[in-house]
Antibody
């Protein structure tokens, strides 16, 4: 059974940093690209970032480019999102999502999702 | 950016009835269209991809159709577990944008 478990969310002040983690199991982690997708309270879904199987290709939404950094550790079956210079508009539930192929870091669909970790940016 | 517009925002349906949800793209996305189901407090679940292919384990009462800019998700006979929010997503270009969702509620 595919499982994706996010952690690291919390309340943070504007301008500060936070690092999210996602622990994956139930599939061959390094066979797939992985992604972060977020959902602001009461709003729809927004793709944030994606990383290829070997970290050779990475993509970001314009809204987070230059502030967020995605990474993965295939030895630990883990995905990360380093979020710097956080803004109020980054407040959202952040989902870790599995891509359907090894390469596509954007413009793809997601076949499994975690339960999400909540990030609240507020003073 | 490709804008995905879903209608209606809310659909009230009785159990056992058919539900028809629409999704329109601001420009052609070919058949690169997925549908997801999200229940309160749960993660989204992939239902349909390629506009009409059911994902693994998805019941046959869910069907998708369309191509280009107009898409439809049909639930042939609503079960109690189907009351949820449904999102469409285009993955024809980089941004992979989602619609704002259609809430299917019990009539």
């Amino acid at each position: 059974e595919v499982q994706l478990v996010e952690s690291g969310g919390g309340l943070v002040q504007p301008g500060r940093s936070l690092r999210l983690s996602c622990a994956a199991s139930g599939f061959t982690f390094d066979d797939y690209a992985m992604h972060w997708v977020r959902q602001a309270p009461g709003k729809g879904l927004e793709w944030v970032s994606g990383i290829s199987w070997n970290s050779g290709s990475i993509g970001y939404a314009d809204s987070v480019k230059g502030r967020f950094t995605i990474s993965r550790d295939n030895a630990k079956n883990s995905l990360y999102l380093q979020m710097n210079s956080l803004r109020a508009e980054d407040t959202a539930l952040y989902y870790c999502a599995k891509g359907v192929d090894p390469i596509a870091v954007a413009g793809t669909r997601f076949d499994y999702w975690g339960q999400g970790t909540l990030v609240t940016v507020s003073s | 950016e490709i804008v995905m517009t879903q209608s209606p925002a809310t659909l009230s349906v009785s159990p056992g009835e058919r539900a028809t949800l629409s999704c329109r793209a601001s420009q052609s996305v070919s058949s690169n269209l997925a549908w997801y189901q999200q229940k309160p407090g749960q993660a989204p679940r992939l239902l349909i991809y390629g506009a009409s292919t059911r994902a693994t384990g998805i019941p046959a009462r869910f069907s998708g159709s369309g191509s280009g800019t107009e898409f439809t998700l049909t639930i042939s006979s609503l079960q109690s577990e189907d009351f949820a929010v449904y999102y469409c997503q285009q993955y024809n270009n980089w941004s992979g944008t989602f619609g704002q969702g259609t809430k299917v509620e019990i009539k």
